[in-house]
C-alpha cells in the first residue's frame, strides 16, 4: 500500500510539472542576473502575436506572491495573454523596485531588457506591452509611464502612487493611459498622501492634465454585490484625452492597502469588482501606435526577414524593393536603404520595424534585435 502511495504521489507531481506554465529565468542586466517568471497560457502557440502584462510585487513582497495574489491566470488563460512577474532587488533586506526613490540600480533599465528579452522568446504584440503593479509596484508602473512608454502602452496602479521626486522628473512626451485603484483607509500608501509622495487625487489630477483629459469625470457608483467586505466603491472615468486616451479612477471607499477582488482576504478588500480583469479591460482599449505612430502591416505579404532575431547581417526576403528604412518604436528613422541585404549590428539589443516599399505595396515587418 505505501509503495502505491508513493506511486500515486509520483505521477501526481508528474502530471503537474507537466502541466506548468509558469517558467522561472533570468537576465543579465546592469551587471546584475535578475528573475522573473513568465506564465504562459495553454492557448499560446506562437502563431500569432500576443499581449504581455508585466505585473510588479510590493515592498517586501516578491514574484510568485504577486502571482497569486493578483490572480491573473483565469484572464490570461482566457484572453491568450503572457504574463511576466519580475523580481526587485533587495533594499535593507527587502525586496523593492526603484521607483523615483534616488540612486541605485535601474530598474527601468532592466524592465526595457526583460521585454526585450521576453519578445526575442516569444510572439509579443510590441504594441500590446502593459505595466501594472502593487504598491511599490504601482510605483514603478508610473516611473515606467513616465520613463518607459516608448515600450509600455498604458499602466495600472494599485494602492501606489509616485514619489514627489518621480513627479517632479517625470517628462511623458506622450499622453499615457493610466488606471489608478485606491483604498481611503490605506495605512501604507495613504490616500491623503505622506512624505515623499503624492496624494491620490493629485496623482490622478496629474495623468488627466498630461493627457489633456476631460477634468470632469464620468461617475459611477460600482453595485455593492458584497456588503460584507467592509467597503465600497466609485469609479471616476476621464475621458477625451489626446488620441483616445483617458484616466480610469477606482476609488476604494474604506478599502485598505489591498487588491480588490484577490482571492486572498488582506485587511479590508473590496470584493464588488475584480481589479485584474478591470485592468485588462482598460488595457486593451491602447495600443503603443497610438501614441507614437508605429503600425505593424504587411499588405499583400510582400517580404520576409531573415533571420528573425537577427545579430548583424538582416536579408529581406521577397520582391524587389524601392526603398526600406528600420525605425525604432517611438518611430525615429535608424537607417535608409535599398539593398536587401542591411548591416544591423550597430543596433542596440530590441524591437524595431522594418519598412518596406515595393512597387504599390507598403509592408512592414518587426524585426528583434540581439
Not at 104 to 110: A, R, W
Not at 243 to 268: M, R
Not at 358 to 368: A, D, T, W
Amino acid at each position: 500500500m505505501k509503495k502505491l502511495q508513493l506511486l500515486l504521489a509520483f505521477i501526481l507531481i508528474s502530471n503537474l510539472i507537466t502541466a506548468q506554465t509558469t517558467i522561472i529565468d533570468s537576465i543579465l542586466s546592469g551587471g546584475i542576473y535578475r528573475n522573473y517568471r513568465v506564465y504562459v497560457p495553454a492557448a499560446y502557440t506562437g502563431a500569432s502575436a500576443r499581449p504581455l502584462i508585466l505585473d510588479l510585487h510590493g515592498y517586501t513582497s516578491n514574484a510568485i506572491q504577486e502571482q497569486a495574489y493578483s490572480n491573473f491566470k483565469p484572464i490570461a488563460d482566457t484572453a491568450n495573454i503572457i504574463m511576466v512577474y519580475p523580481n526587485g532587488t533587495l533594499l535593507s533586506g527587502q525586496p523593492y523596485w526603484n521607483a523615483g526613490f534616488g540612486p541605485g540600480v535601474n530598474d527601468i533599465q532592466f524592465i526595457s531588457n526583460l521585454i526585450d528579452s521576453i519578445s526575442s522568446q516569444y510572439n509579443i504584440d510590441a504594441n500590446s506591452v502593459y505595466s501594472c503593479g502593487m504598491s511599490n509596484g504601482g510605483y514603478m508602473s508610473h516611473t515606467l509611464a513616465c520613463a518607459l512608454n516608448n515600450k509600455i502602452a498604458a499602466i495600472a496602479s494599485v494602492t501606489g502612487t509616485m514619489t514627489t521626486l518621480q513627479h517632479s522628473t517625470c517628462i511623458p512626451n506622450r499622453a499615457v493611459p493610466v488606471m489608478q485603484i485606491s483604498g481611503t483607509n490605506d495605512p501604507t500608501v495613504t490616500y491623503t498622501g505622506m512624505s515623499g509622495s503624492l496624494a491620490i487625487d493629485s496623482v490622478v489630477h496629474y495623468w488627466v492634465a498630461n493627457n489633456n483629459c476631460n477634468t470632469t469625470a464620468v461617475f459611477n457608483n460600482v453595485p455593492n454585490i458584497n456588503s460584507t467586505d467592509g467597503c465600497t466603491a466609485e469609479h471616476y472615468v476621464y475621458n477625451g484625452g489626446t488620441n483616445g486616451s483617458s484616466v480610469e479612477f477606482y476609488k476604494i471607499i474604506g478599502g485598505a492597502h489591498t487588491w480588490p477582488g484577490s482571492p486572498y482576504t488582506i485587511a479590508v478588500t473590496n470584493q464588488d469588482f475584480n481589479a485584474s480583469e478591470k485592468i485588462w479591460l482598460f488595457f486593451r482599449k491602447y495600443k503603443l501606435n497610438q501614441f507614437v505612430g508605429v503600425n505593424e502591416i504587411s499588405n499583400n505579404n510582400t517580404i520576409d526577414l531573415f533571420p528573425n532575431p537577427c545579430t548583424d547581417i538582416l536579408t529581406i526576403e521577397g520582391k524587389e524593393i524601392s526603398s526600406l528604412q528600420i525605425i525604432d518604436i517611438t518611430g525615429k528613422v535608424l537607417i535608409t536603404s535599398t539593398k536587401k541585404q542591411i548591416d544591423v549590428s550597430k543596433l542596440v539589443k530590441g524591437i524595431y520595424f522594418v519598412v518596406c516599399v515595393s512597387g504599390n505595396n507598403r509592408s512592414v515587418k518587426k524585426l528583434i534585435k540581439i
